[in-house]
């Protein structure tokens, strides 16, 4: 009578049938488990609070992280530039200028990781005068969106909409210096006329933000008006290209002098790429990153390493409770899960801990720094809390759990 | 069940266990042959370290034998696998240890509600059997008491009622009157002898006690590694 199986004894008789009871056995085991981790809270109170706070550590560091990044992205941008190409025809000596078509234009409008492309005409050397004294400086006529790509924004008054560009607007944009030259006091500009090869222009704002730094003696029309009124204004020979992340400037540069080459002629063109502010730009981020993803790392080694840790000296030090639980007729199944559910009891409930702790520790944050916590936080922090709850729990706890169920039973009991 | 022999649970043939320490090899049961029926209540006697733990823990498939066959009701019990041995425990086979073994951290309720919960009793029917069981020991009252904070006799008493509980077919005891005073004791004879008339349950009882030995169908003495007729 060799090897017989559950089934056939079953299927003789001699075992009653099964109760199918499986489900019911689970919710035990999870309830005893579940009393078990209660009622030995001391041994695991350490852990709890290390899991805790690493989950609300990384909660804050992942979502902050995020904050930072954006930041990162707009401030290390705007100083640098990382991700503005510029491309210009040069003046060829001899031939005409060579100016950007607007098929080309919207070729490069559709080239992969381009955000924004804008256009500008450029005058050397204008004058105007204003209470008979006379100012020279550098015209620029420049489209709406030349604003948002270099992150200008008005430091009085506005900026042009679409409105000044479509209709020629006579109207005008003045660096912050060319202003106080002329009419005293950058805040007083607004509002004022200036006269520009006998066409008046309203000044209707003082350009600011960051990279203003080096256009605070310059004017700026829109550029339809600039085409229409200004003599001896240069042909459409710059063009700015953003790109939407630092990792697409490489392929689009290489892709705009193709495209440019392929729909017109192309004599004198010249690409600039700011490549040392771009590497230095990536050479940071790279450390932020990796400072992200270390906590993360060290986070989940250091929390698996706790619970697998108490979980394997409790499987020593319980050795007598799995004999006896298996003396009484536990499966190792049964054992297993046991051992399992312990330690997901743990990680879930140090996890659940850890997403209240992280959400005040970022709303905190936000508050501080005058941001608003990122949509969805909530369910973004539970549901990152409760994988990486799983993730600890069947990790460290498999190990340990598996070592229990497949104790004999007669060893367990002679342990002493 | 009905397989011929139907009053037949025990049949053990040429039985021998050899414990190894070290370089030493232990024998400490030597060519054993033993038969136990239903309504029989078998007590096993001997010094102590001649053997009789190791006799019952093989009895209850916690550990195999060396050599040698052992039948329970006709089947291989030894060649099945290990989830059938546990099945076969928690629906056959009640256990009471000689260091009455409770679970810590546990109420009495609790280390009787383990085996039904092993045995998927629904949840209901659970304070019902309990109950039941520890009237048969007299501990009705201590039913909410932490195992930590019983005497030596109530630990022995809860550790029988935890065997009873799911009314097995086939009782092994390893000395389970030995921390009992007079009456307890009787009280718990009582009860075996009846559930071994009555719902024809097999047992084996390791005991030192010669008033327990007597009240049971047949008496062996286990030394040398060999089991003789007492
Ligand atoms: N795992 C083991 N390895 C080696 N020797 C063992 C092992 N288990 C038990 N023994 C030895 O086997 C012998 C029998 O042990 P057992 O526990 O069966 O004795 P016993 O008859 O129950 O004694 P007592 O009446 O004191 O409870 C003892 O000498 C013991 O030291
Ligand atoms: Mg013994």
């Given at each position: 009578m060799a090897n017989k199986t559950l089934q056939s004894l079953r299927a003789e008789g001699f075992l009653p049938k099964d109760r199918g009871t499986r489900l019911l056995r689970f919710s035990d085991l999870l309830r005893i488990s579940f009393r078990e981790v209660v009622r030995k809270r001391r041994r695991y109170i350490g852990v709890m609070a290390a899991i805790a706070l690493g989950t609300a550590g990384l909660i804050t560091i992942v979502t902050m992280g995020r904050d930072l990044k954006a930041n990162l992205n707009n401030d290390l941008d705007l100083l640098g530039g990382a991700t503005i190409i510029a491309a210009h025809f040069d003046l060829q000596m001899g031939d005409r200028q060579e100016w950007f078509r607007t098929g080309t234009i919207d070729a490069i409008e559709k080239i992969?990781?381009?955000k924004e492309v804008t256009k500008s005409r450029f005058r050397s050397a204008a004058t105007t005068t204003f209470q008979e004294k006379v100012y020279g400086f550098n015209l620029l006529g420049v489209d709406t969106n030349y604003w948002s790509l270099f992150s200008f924004t008005p430091r009085y008054g506005r900026l042009f909409n679409d409105a000044d560009i479509s209709e020629g607007r006579k109207v005008c944009v003045l660096g912050q210096d060319l202003a106080k030259m002329i009419f005293g006091s950058p805040e007083g500009a607004v509002g004022q006329m200036l006269n520009l090869d006998n066409n008046l222009y309203t000044v209707v704002g003082i350009i600011g933000g960051v990279r203003a730094a080096d256009k605070t003696l310059m004017a700026f029309l829109p550029i339809t008006t600039a085409q229409a009124r200004v003599p001896n204004i240069s042909e459409l020979s710059s063009l700015y290209v953003r790109c939407n992340t630092w990792d697409d400037v490489a392929p689009v540069a290489a892709a705009l002098e193709k495209t440019i080459t392929t729909y017109q002629p192309s004599k004198g063109l010249r690409i600039q790429v700011g490549w040392e502010p771009l590497k230095q730009v990536q050479r940071v981020f790279w450390w932020v990153s990796l400072f992200i993803y270390a906590s993360i790392g060290a986070t989940l080694v250091l929390g698996g390493f706790g619970i697998w840790n108490i979980m394997m000296a409790a499987v020593t030090a319980r050795t007598r409770e799995i004999g006896l639980k298996k003396a009484m007729g536990a499966e190792d199944s049964d054992i297993l899960w046991q051992f399992l559910f312990e330690a997901l009891c743990v990680t879930f409930s140090s996890a659940l801990l850890g997403v209240a702790l992280g959400m005040v520790g970022v709303q905190y944050m936000c508050r501080s720094l005058g941001t608003q916590p990122p949509e969805g936080l909530f369910a973004i922090c539970l549901l990152a809390g409760l994988i990486f709850a799983a993730v600890l729990g069947v990790g460290s706890g498999l190990y340990p759990s598996i070592r229990a169920s497949r104790m004999q039973v007669v060893d367990a009991m002679r342990y002493e | 069940m009905n397989n011929g022999h139907s009053d037949r649970v025990i049949d053990i043939r040429h039985l021998s266990k050899t414990y190894a320490s070290g370089s030493e090899q232990i024998k400490v049961l030597k060519d054993i042959n033993l038969e136990v029926n239903r309504g029989e209540m078998l007590a096993i006697m001997g010094p102590s370290g001649s053997g009789k733990s190791t006799m019952l823990f093989i009895l209850g498939i916690f550990q195999p034998p060396t050599s040698g066959s052992y039948t329970i009701a006709g089947v291989d019990v030894l060649n099945l696998n290990r989830d059938a041995q546990a099945v076969f425990r928690r629906e056959k086979m009640g256990f009471v240890f000689q260091s009455c073994d409770l679970l810590e951290n546990s109420t009495v309720y609790e280390n009787l509600e383990l085996p039904l919960i092993y045995t998927g009793v629904k949840r209901h029917e659970r304070e019902h059997k309990i109950m039941e069981a520890l009237q048969r020991v007299n501990l009705e009252h201590r039913v909410r008491q932490p195992s930590n904070r019983l005497s030596g006799g109530e630990r022995q008493r809860v550790s029988i009622a935890r065997a009873l509980v799911n009314e097995p077919e086939f009782i092994l005891a390893d000395e389970?009157?030995?921390?009992?005073?007079k009456d307890n004791s009787e009280r718990v004879m009582d009860y075996f002898v009846k559930i071994t008339e009555e719902a024809r349950v097999a047992m084996v009882i390791v005991t030192h006690d010669a008033a327990t030995a007597e009240r049971c169908t047949r008496k062996c003495l286990l030394s040398d590694g060999v089991l003789k007729p007492y």
């Open positions: 992969p990781g381009v | 389970p009157t030995g921390q009992l005073d």
